[in-house]
């Protein structure tokens, strides 16, 4: 059995003033920061073996915050990169809903149909995601395994193991540094053990 622990990064400056971020390298704010520690402290309870994270700087600052005190390599994966956003990177939600309305509205009511100019769409980050996933099923002598890795694909990978339509990806949540964990036999048999959780975050105004 090997068991796979998804994390969402911390949060970043573009989270809180909602922008687009997919391939933009946004680093972590002083909350994700702080967000990326209480996981590590969390996540002291399991002997991880290897660790995966997507190549965007707000993932590796937090796979290098769990990291920390241990002796393990983090393995960069593109696999496990944001989604492209395209033309709607760095730009304002309200930017993008302003200058592609249609599209926008497509977004919101239909996100596996959204097609952004210049980006993916959800298939392609699935499918990418999916390959990560199932090469790493396949390592031998592994039995804990931290993936660091972005909001979109945290939501599509979970849809997917859930057995949901990816028009169902606004019906999963995942908030900053939330932690998702699937035990896998097989990558045809699993087992999902936790999804969202932030008990970590829940002495965040305390911490220092």
């Known amino acids: 059995m090997m068991k796979f622990i998804l994390i969402r990064h911390g949060e970043t400056a573009w989270n809180k003033e909602e922008r687009f971020r997919g391939r933009k390298n ?26 995966y994270s997507s ?28 989604m492209d956003f395209g033309q709607w ?12 309305p249609e599209l926008f509205a ?6 596996h149909q ?5 980006g993916e769409n959800f298939q392609m980050v699935l499918e990418r995601s999916l390959k990560t996933v199932d090469r790493i099923i396949g390592l031998r002598d ?11 694909v945290t939501m599509l990978l979970l ?9 169902r990806f606004w019906d999963i949540r995942q908030d900053p540094t939330s932690i998702n964990i699937i035990s896998f036999k097989d990558k045809d048999r699993f087992c999902i053990d936790l999804i969202n959780e932030t008990c970590h975050l829940s002495n965040l105004g305390n911490a220092v």
């Not at 990177?89 to 592609?100: A, D, F, H, L």
């Not at 592994?142 to 979109?152: A, F």
Request: aromatic share 6%; with cysteine; proline share 4%.
């Open 26 to 51: 946004i680093p972590l704010n002083a909350s994700g920061i702080l967000q990326a520690k209480l996981a590590a402290d969390f996540l002291g309870r399991y002997k991880i073996d290897l660790i």
């Open 55 to 82: 190549p965007m700087q707000r993932a590796l600052q937090t796979a290098n915050e769990i990291r920390r005190g241990r002796d393990i390599e983090i393995n960069i994966d593109e696999g496990i990169a944001d």
């Open 89 to 100: 990177e760095g730009m304002k939600v309200s930017e993008v809903k302003k200058k592609y």
């Open 106 to 111: 497509i977004w919101l009511s239909a996100p």
């Open 114 to 118: 959204c097609q952004i100019p210049g």
């Open 142 to 152: 592994v039995e804990t395994v931290l993936i660091v890795t972005h909001r979109v």
């Open 159 to 167: 849809c997917h193991y859930l057995g949901l339509d990816l028009a």
